[in-house]
């Protein structure tokens, strides 16, 4: 388990009229539900919980949630972040209750590294993420905190498929499909106004 640890109190009020009080305070709703235990509406500091959530390692790890006023202990997983469409905040996060051994599901992100000195790349091609996160199946200790495609000697219109990508130990991919994560793109001929006048050409076409 990491060594975060987020401090809550339980909440009483429910419902978008109560959450919005509740952020104009300066708390953020949440919920903690799983493990066989009845459901807990929480309430954290807004501040606080936003920090975390700036780090790629809390939505990766088991923590532990201290609520103050409700006995047991709450060891949990970051399940779900919503967030206010306009202004990109945080509104509301679900945590579910987990054990060590516990094998879960949840998406994890993609990171293309070695890009920088590939061949491709070098050419003047550009790495085209196709797959920003991966669904993987590990055990809720061993939850990657992002999935690795190495670049390394990646041509020009080089394809990443989901079968060529090694995955921690213990992570599965669960796949029917031998998907693309990336490919190794050409740059795009001409620019400018040009570009955007065939783009509007092409549309008036097809309407």
């Known amino acids: 388990m990491s060594d975060f640890i987020v401090e809550a109190e339980l909440r009483e009020e429910t ?12 708390k953020m709703p949440g919920i903690i539900y799983g493990g066989g235990k009845p ?8 501040n606080t919980v936003s920090k975390l ?3 790629e390692a809390f939505h990766a790890s088991m923590f532990e949630v201290k609520v103050k006023g409700s006995r047991g202990k709450n060891t949990v ?27 879960i599901t949840m998406e994890v992100p993609v990171l293309a590294i070695n890009f920088e000195t590939c061949p491709g790349v070098a050419q003047g091609g550009m790495v085209a993420l196709i797959r920003h996160a991966l669904e993987v199946t590990c055990r809720a200790d061993s939850i990657p905190e992002h999935i690795e495609v190495d670049c390394t000697g990646l041509e020009m219109n080089s394809t990443v498929h989901i079968e060529d990508v090694t995955l921690p130990d213990g992570v599965e991919v669960l796949h029917d499909v031998n998907f693309t994560i990336l490919n190794i793109s050409p740059p795009k001929a001409g620019g400018g106004d040009a570009d955007e006048a065939e783009t509007e050409e092409e549309v008036t076409e097809v309407e």
């Open 15 to 26: 419902g978008r009229g109560a959450t919005r009080r509740l952020r104009r305070t300066g």
């Open 77 to 103: 997983l970051l399940k779900d972040a919503q967030y206010d469409p306009l202004m990109d905040t945080a509104t509301h996060l679900d945590f579910m209750r987990v054990s060590a051994s516990d094998s």
């Open 53 to 55: 959530l700036n780090q």
């Open 39 to 46: 459901d807990l509406a929480i309430t954290m500091d807004y």
